[in-house]
């Protein structure tokens, strides 16, 4: 299942996010997304965890409790709409 992470601290990278998720099984996969120009996190990312009973369990687990000293808001993460090409 991919997961997205929301209102994460600046601060936290993929191997933080890694070890959060860990905590609640399997983690094939942890991105902090940044800005391409800066390099600087956007305060969100991603979880891929093979197991969805895992997965589900760290997102009832997570979601709305503090990661960092923010509020984390942690769901199923949707697909990727269709944007228009930037000009």
Known sequence: MNI???NLPYS???DE??????????VSAARVVSDRETGRSK????VE???DAQAQAAIEALNGNEIGGR???VNE???REERPPRR
């Open 17 to 26: 996010l890694r070890g959060i998720f860990e905590q609640y099984g399997e």
């Open 77 to 79: 993460a949707r697909p």
């Open 12 to 14: 936290v990278d993929r």
């Open 4 to 6: 997205y992470v929301g």
């Open 43 to 46: 305060g969100f990312g991603f």
């Open 49 to 51: 965890m093979p197991d």
């Open 71 to 73: 509020k984390a808001v």
